[in-house]
């Protein structure tokens, strides 16, 4: 099993414990890899959260042909021919064997976790998040109402909230959440995970984790 094979990670003092288990679904997941996310601001380089991406274990299965035998540097140099992390068009992903993490048919899981030294207006931040993936979809044809409906799902439930750098417990985990929403859009939520590991990922660290690690899983090595 893959879970058993993959190993914490530690980013920037937070912990990514190898096995989760996302709410609303009793199977475990592996720690792909992760990695911190940050912007340039006044020339300096200001980390604003963790992330952390898990797979269901029957990913292996789905990845293993094209990934296996490849170096992290082939992975995450996004080649057009192989199916790593470069978008191709939702038809052909959906019709080909060897499908990517971010489209893949299993169970994914993304941990966010809040680093940066201020606090922030959570609605404000889950706009943000929205912002490019809803321009994506809207220049690929795909952006219909039911979208629209949980783009704002998605915003509401971060309304009344704010972020503040995460305080640790004894274990470096990140203390539970008051709640969970559930969004069921599968195109908004697979360009959420391509935006941190597609070809412009808003987080190399993360990407350039995932394609170290996931080999060496593959093997039962990781």
Request: glycine share 8%.
């Amino acid at each position: 099993m893959a879970a058993s094979a993959s190993s914490e990670v530690t980013v920037e003092g937070v912990v990514l414990p190898p096995v989760a288990c996302p709410p609303g679904s009793s199977r475990k997941h592996f720690l792909a890899g992760g990695g911190v996310r940050g912007m340039e601001a006044e020339s300096n380089f200001v980390k604003i959260v963790v992330i952390g991406v898990y797979l269901e274990d029957t990913a292996v299965p789905a990845l293993a042909g094209k990934w296996a035998g490849k170096t992290a540097d082939e992975l995450a140099s996004d080649p057009p021919s192989s199916a790593t992390f470069t978008p191709v068009s939702r038809r052909s992903t959906r019709s080909s064997a060897h499908r990517r993490p971010a489209t893949g048919e299993f169970e994914k899981l993304t941990r966010v976790t809040f680093i940066w030294p201020k606090t922030v207006a959570a609605e404000e931040f889950a706009a943000k998040v929205m912002e490019s993936r809803v321009a994506y979809l809207k220049a690929t044809g795909t952006y219909t109402d039911a979208e629209a409906a949980a783009v704002e799902e998605f915003k509401a439930a971060f309304k009344s909230h704010s972020l503040a750098p995460v305080a640790f417990s004894d274990d470096s985990s990140a203390p539970g959440a008051g709640g969970i929403a559930a969004i069921e859009n599968k195109p908004l939520c697979e360009e959420v995970l391509e935006s941190i590991i597609g070809e412009r990922s808003i987080s190399p660290a993360t990407k350039q984790s995932i394609a170290a690690r996931v080999p060496e899983i593959l093997k039962g090595g990781a």
